[in-house]
T-cell receptor, first 111, second 113 residues
C-alpha cells in the first residue's frame, strides 16, 4: 500500500530557528514529490516540486531534498518567522495526477 | 492571473439531499482534480479530469461524481448525502496534469446534518 508519513505531527519553535520537516513514503517509485503549506480554513499553496530525477529544490528560505532510494524527503526552513506558521504537507505522485498526501506537520513559530 | 475559484464557500445540507460544487481553474489549465479533506482521513483523492475526460478516480462510492466542461470548469456532485460526507472539498488545477505543480482553491466547506 502506498503511504506517506510526516514527522513530527506538530512543532512549536521560537522565531529565527532553522527547521527540518520530514516526509517518508513506502513506495519509492514516485514520479514527483510536492511540498505544500495550508493556512487554517484555506486551500493548499504549492511550495516546491521535486522531480524523481532531482535531489533538491530551493525557493527562498525553503529547501527540499529527495532521497528516492530511502523513501524520504526533508523540507528545510531557514530563519523561521511567525508568518511561516501553518500546516506543511508533502504529497507524492506515481505517474498520474493523483497525489497521495501525508498527514501534515503543524508548525507554530512564536515571536 | 486569477487563481482557482470554488463556489460556494460554505454549504449546509441534510442527509439524503444532493449537492453540486463548482470549480473554475486557472486560465489555461486543462487538468482539474478534486480532494476531500477531513480531520480523520486527511486529504484523499476523489478524481481528476483532463480535457473533459476522467483520467483517474479515487476509492469513493458512486455517489461521488464529477464532470468537466469544454472551458475546463468542473463540477462535483454528491448524491444521497451522509453525515460522513461533511468535509472540506478542494479543487486543484494544473497546466497538463502530472509533473506540473497543483494550484488549489480555498475549498467548499460542506456540513451535512
Amino acid at each position: 500500500k502506498q503511504e506517506v508519513t510526516q514527522i513530527p505531527a506538530a512543532l512549536s519553535v521560537p522565531e529565527g530557528e532553522n527547521l527540518v520537516l520530514n516526509c517518508s513514503f513506502t513506495d519509492s517509485a514516485i514520479y514527483n514529490l510536492q511540498w505544500f503549506r495550508q493556512d487554517p480554513g484555506k486551500g493548499l499553496t504549492s511550495l516546491l516540486l521535486i522531480q524523481s530525477s532531482q535531489r533538491e529544490q530551493t525557493s527562498g528560505r525553503l529547501n527540499a531534498s529527495l532521497d528516492k532510494s530511502s523513501g524520504r524527503s526533508t523540507l528545510y526552513i531557514a530563519a523561521s518567522q511567525p508568518g511561516d506558521s501553518a500546516t506543511y504537507l508533502c504529497a507524492v505522485s506515481y505517474n498520474t495526477d493523483k497525489l497521495i498526501f501525508g498527514t501534515g506537520t503543524r508548525l507554530q513559530v512564536f515571536p | 492571473k486569477a487563481g482557482v475559484t470554488q463556489t460556494p464557500r460554505y454549504l449546509i445540507k441534510t442527509r439524503g439531499q444532493q449537492v453540486t460544487l463548482s470549480c473554475s481553474p486557472i486560465s489555461g489549465h486543462r487538468s482539474v482534480s478534486w480532494y476531500q479533506q477531513t480531520p480523520g482521513q486527511g486529504l484523499q483523492f476523489l478524481f481528476e479530469y483532463f480535457s473533459e475526460t476522467q483520467r483517474n478516480k479515487g476509492n469513493f462510492p458512486g455517489r461521488f461524481s464529477g464532470r468537466q466542461f469544454s472551458n475546463s470548469r468542473s463540477e462535483m456532485n454528491v448524491s444521497t448525502l451522509e453525515l460522513g460526507d461533511s468535509a472540506l472539498y478542494l479543487c486543484a488545477s494544473s497546466l497538463a496534469g502530472y509533473n506540473s505543480p497543483l494550484h488549489f482553491g480555498n475549498g467548499t466547506r460542506l456540513t451535512v446534518t
